[in-house]
Nanobody
């Protein structure tokens, strides 16, 4: 059974750090792009970051460049979202997704086949 789960959400103060995990089961990540999306209340889902498993190419939304990274651990079939210098506007539900996606379309959510249930990230003092 194909499944993605995202442990690691929580509440953090502005300026703090948090690491999310995207753990895949039922398939290997080798031939997929893995992306993180987020959705804040009243806003549309937006792409945050993506890694192309085949060559390690990474993509980031302008709003998170320089603050977030997307490392992966193939041995654990896991992709992470390392979030540093968090801002209140980063508050959202974060989802990981997997799909045969490449290049400039990485932030098109309709192209992803598998989704995790989401995890809440709250940035608040």
């Amino acid at each position: 059974q194909v499944q993605l789960v995202e442990p690691g959400g929580g509440t953090v103060q502005p300026g703090g750090s948090l690491r999310l995990s995207c753990v895949a089961s039922g398939f290997t990540l080798d031939y997929y792009a893995i992306a993180w999306f987020r959705q804040a209340p009243g806003k549309e889902r937006e792409g945050v970051s993506c890694i192309n498993e085949s060559d390690g190419t990474t993509y980031y939304a302008d709003s998170v460049k320089g603050r977030f990274t997307i490392p992966m651990d193939n041995a654990k079939n896991t992709v992470y979202l390392q979030m540093n210098s968090l801002k209140r506007e980063d508050t959202a539900i974060y989802y990981c997704a997997a799909g045969p996606v490449d290049g400039s379309t990485w932030d098109d959510s309709y192209l992803y086949d598998y989704w995790g249930p989401g995890t809440q990230v709250t940035v608040s003092s």
